[in-house]
Nanobody, 121 residues
Framework: QVQLVESGGGLVQAGGSLRLSCTAS????????IGWFRQAPGKEREFVAA????????YYSDSVKGRFTISRDNPKNTVYLQMNTLKPEDTAVYYC??????????????WGQGTQVTVSS
């Protein structure tokens, strides 16, 4: 079992930046790929970014490519999502998840509780 805790969300103006963190409770975290997803009110959960267990590969949804960067620090059991040039449409609850490297929620077994990101226009 891996417990994940997201932090770093908040309210920011359009064009601003936030860095989300996803911290795990166990060192076995380092054997999992980590994905970030988001869910806006009334919408399905949407893939944002994913990174392999060693940080060697990462990929992004088209909607965030070039603006968001995913990275991980395994000694700290933490994955980051640096979000730049934020837009109002980025407003959502952001979740991190541990599992296999992929873009589907079904690829991931463990989920955090989420952190709210609100981008004002």
């Amino acid at each position: 079992q891996v417990q994940l805790v997201e932090s770093g969300g908040g309210l920011v103006q359009a064009g601003g930046s936030l860095r989300l963190s996803c911290t795990a409770s166990r060192r076995t975290f380092t054997t999992y790929a980590i994905g970030w997803f988001r869910q806006a009110p009334g919408k399905e959960r949407e893939f944002v970014a994913a990174i392999t267990w060693n940080g060697g590969l990462a990929y992004y949804s088209d909607s965030v490519k070039g603006r968001f960067t995913i990275s991980r620090d395994n000694p700290k059991n933490t994955v980051y999502l640096q979000m730049n040039t934020l837009k109002p449409e980025d407003t959502a609850v952001y979740y991190c998840a541990a599992g296999q490297y992929g873009s589907s929620p079904r690829d991931y077994n463990y989920w955090g509780q989420g952190t709210q990101v609100t981008v004002s226009s």
